[in-house]
């Protein structure tokens, strides 16, 4: 019989490098000055790095989150892995660049947070950090997530029907439609202090859905990914997550939610009402004006050589929608 | 201009091909390693935007540069700074095609009815490959003895560059969502560098 491998060096939670102490040493590194050559080379994710800050700022603690694992609407399809959906997000409030968000988001106060659902309803109420995880059953939901740039990833999600949340307002029989808006905190959000940086768009960022399609089970109210608390780029506490239109309707640290009876004003539409109308469904059959939207690449792993570039598919896939959009000319409400 | 220094620097032999013996090292490294980090996922959550940056961001960054060349030459005291025109020249030509290579490899992954579409169809990328063919031109007809055979006709064909360089940017702005962003950056010093040497532009008629 063999005898059990014991190794000769005995470590122990103490003797691991505190995060704290890591980052020091890091910033010790940079300072000495290789920190530009070595940006310029093994960057995060560019080697242009001319206009990047190199601060060092706190990781994102996640946190563990309560679910019911597995749902019929969760996708079988391999994950994007938790950096790439952590690195790679569009959040204009923290730039225009990709990389933006993951280097800047972590100036966001997500706790405390307050949202509150108004408008057109019997029983307006708001909801405190604390409530956002524990008044609704928790949920995980693989999703696909189709970006208008024509690019996705599917990525597991975790969170409540958004329908939960507006059934408990009670709907007024009057309300048609369900408008969101992002949180508006310039000092936090440096895309806000300066038009350059957050692209020149109206803020706060806004975004709406007509009422039926809010309350289609798919629609999600996500808290967490991969089973832990939302990460701020990603938009914590609390976003909108629609899967089958495209990723600028899922609308990302939401403070408000209301309930009317006219079509909301949607931010995109309003920057370019031509490239994005307000239904933005996953469509390979309309093109976005300056690209097809018949294919995407699906970021999931692996460096250039994967082929990953697949058929984009109608509703990205949820062919369960189709029947909210009957007699409806999608090339028109587009 | 006053002359920042008296007294006109000369650049020997050696010191010339040590200098662009530097150029290729650092251009042709610069690219490999970058291709390499794509190859083995380490350029961040999506790779082939991350290459398609570089290579297009660096290939206007080289185009700029290029264009500062005679106007350094003449300004500083080093009239052999001409001597690296052609080869960084070259190199813009090198890096978009890089560019372009990568779209075609790696982001359309070889789909060649959407390659030839995309190309007809989307003004920005129209307008990048006219660029593109610009600079084909301009690198093919570079040897000196194409150049002598050319004439006066190769000024011609070389003052391309120009609206290469225009073209670029507008590929540039319009492959971006919003118009304030950082091409904007890039305008500015374009028309900086531009102003340099207006009297390019200025019609003059030489005496016959």
Known sequence: ?334 | MKRLLSRPARLTRPQILVGKSLVHLLLLGLLAFQFQLGLSDQLGADPVQALLNFTGLNAIHLLLITLLVSPAAKHLPCADLMKYRRLLGLYVFVYALAHLTTYILFELQLNWPLIGSEIIKRPYITVGFAALLILAALSVTSPNSIRRRMGRRWQKLHNLIYLCAGLALLHYSWSQKVLLAEPLIYWAIAIVILLLRKDKFRPHRRPR
């Open chain 1, 1 to 334: 019989m063999s005898k059990r491998f014991t190794p000769s060096v005995k470590l122990t939670d103490n003797d691991v490098t505190d995060e704290r102490i890591y980052r020091q040493r890091r910033r010790i590194i940079k300072s000495l000055g290789f920190a530009g050559a070595g940006s310029l080379l093994a960057g995060k994710a560019s080697a242009i790095g001319w206009f990047d800050s190199d601060d060092d700022k706190p990781a994102f603690n996640a946190q563990p989150l309560d679910f019911v694992p597995g749902s019929d609407y969760s996708t079988s399809e391999k994950k994007t892995p938790y950096d790439k959906v952590t690195g790679f997000n569009n959040f204009y409030e923290f730039g225009t660049g990709k990389e933006d968000p993951a280097e800047y988001a972590s100036a966001l106060t997500t706790n405390p947070w307050s949202l509150s659902v108004d408008g057109m309803v019997e029983k307006p109420f708001t909801l405190d950090h604390d409530a956002l995880t524990s008044r609704f059953t928790m949920h995980e939901r693989i999703y696909r997530m189709r970006c208008v740039e024509a690019w996705s990833m599917v990525i597991p999600w975790v969170g409540f029907e958004l329908g939960e949340l507006i059934k408990q307002a009670r709907p007024l029989s009057g309300a048609r439609y369900v408008a969101f808006e992002t949180l508006e905190r310039p000092d936090e959000m440096r895309g806000q202090r300066s038009r350059f940086t957050g692209g020149g768009i109206d803020y706060p960022y806004v975004e709406g859905l007509r009422l039926d399609e809010a309350m289609h089970p798919l629609t999600l109210m996500a808290v967490g990914l991969y089973g832990k608390t939302l990460p701020p780029q990603n938009g914590a506490p609390i976003r909108l997550v629609v899967p089958w239109k495209y990723g600028f309707k899922s609308i990302k640290s939401v403070v408000r939610i209301t309930l009317t009876d006219k079509e909301p004003p949607t931010t995109w539409n309003r920057l370019a009402a031509n490239e994005y109308g307000f239904y933005a469904n996953v469509n390979p059959q309309v093109d976005h004006p300056r690209w097809s939207q018949a294919s995407e690449r699906r970021i999931a792993g692996g460096g250039l050589l994967s082929r990953n570039r697949i058929d984009t598919q109608l509703f990205n896939g949820y062919s369960e929608v189709a029947s909210l959009y009957d007699g409806m000319d999608l090339r028109k409400f587009f």
